[in-house]
């Protein structure tokens, strides 16, 4: 049976959304994927059923840009898009990759332009810390909203008392927020509550925090458990890490990256096993570095 006819597999694998830090080289383990294992990424995407892809970075769209038009799949797909503009290298070091922006109204040719298409289907409107500044760009990113040209609205990390931001007689211009949740996230709880209270689809992501939170935890499995293989302790931990975050309560989808096409299918497979159970809860969360 393929994975699109096994209906409650699929149901999962759309709850997954790839990483926009798949497509680039300092926020990850692996070395950078080529383009045409980029492109081998997104379509194993796209016919397992997980097709949403952030993109935080500006590279990170040029490479899902051409990944889709070399598919020829862009309609299949649904893109998530933020204010980072900074183009940068391979090469350049992490701290280097420039932060977030404020919108400015060439800047929506432009991401379309580099994605390849003529819509964006959820933008997200990180705050700059700058009150004129953050107004100012969320009424430009309402204005394409109005103008058909981006769907829905999201904003990066609210704090959890953000609803009174949006109190009456304010309107709440989002509709969805992104926040890490993972095994070192404490205070995720308040925060996807409080969003699921304000009516908005929530996206955590990074489960793995960069695949260098499974690292040290893996470090720590094989000291406690020497005659485990490190491959089996890795699985183990990707499994649970994973389910842990897509899992937690209020959480509606979990952003992932990989860098390896094979990730994708196992991901959607560990999905499918549903939430942890307590022993594995308890073994995951024993593991804390
Ligand atoms: N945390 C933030 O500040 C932030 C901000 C904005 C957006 N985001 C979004 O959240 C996404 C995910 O967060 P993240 O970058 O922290 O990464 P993550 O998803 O927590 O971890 C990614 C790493 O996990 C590895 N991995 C994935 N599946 C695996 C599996 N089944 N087994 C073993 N290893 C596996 C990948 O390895 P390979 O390299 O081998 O594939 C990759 O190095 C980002 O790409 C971005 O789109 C995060």
Redesign the pocket.
């Known amino acids: 049976m393929s994975p699109s006819q096994n209906a409650p597999t699929s149901a999962l694998a759309a709850r997954l959304i790839l990483?926009?830090?798949?497509f680039i080289a300092q926020?990850?383990?692996?070395p950078l994927a080529d383009p045409d294992t980029q492109t081998a990424l997104v379509q194993a995407c796209l016919d397992q059923g997980l097709t949403t892809f952030?993109t935080?970075y500006q590279p990170e769209r040029v490479a899902l840009g051409k990944a889709l038009a070399a598919l020829g799949r862009r309609r299949e797909a649904r893109i998530i898009a933020?204010n980072f503009f900074v183009p940068f290298a391979p090469d350049t070091p992490a701290q280097a990759l420039g932060g977030p922006a404020a919108y400015e109204p060439h800047h929506l040719d432009q991401m379309l332009a580099e994605l390849q298409t003529d819509f964006i289907d959820h933008l997200v409107v990180h705050a700059v810390g700058h009150a004129a500044k953050d107004a100012g760009q969320l009424d430009l990113a309402r204005s394409w909203q109005s103008a058909g040209r981006v769907g829905d609205l999201g904003t990066?990390h609210p704090e959890p008392d953000f609803s009174r931001q949006f109190a009456p007689p304010q309107t709440n211009p989002f509709a969805f927020m992104?926040r890490?949740c993972?095994v070192n996230t404490p205070n995720a709880p308040a925060a996807f509550a409080a969003a699921k209270q304000a009516g908005w689809h929530t996206f955590a992501?990074?489960?793995?925090?960069?695949?260098w939170e499974?690292d040290k935890r893996l470090q720590l499995a094989q000291a406690r458990q020497p005659a485990a293989s490190s491959d089996a302790l890795?699985?183990r931990l990707?499994d649970h890490m994973?389910r842990y975050s897509l899992f937690f309560p209020h959480v509606d989808r979990l952003?992932?990256?990989?860098?390896?096409p094979e990730?994708v299918a196992?991901?959607i497979q560990?999905a499918a096993a549903g939430p942890l159970d307590e022993a594995q809860t308890a073994w995951l969360l024993d593991l804390r570095v």
């Open positions: 990483g926009g830090h798949s926020l990850g383990n692996e952030d935080t933020w990066w992104v890490p993972n992501c990074s489960p793995f925090v960069r695949g499974m890795r699985a990707a994973l952003i992932v990256a990989m860098r390896r990730w196992v991901n560990n």
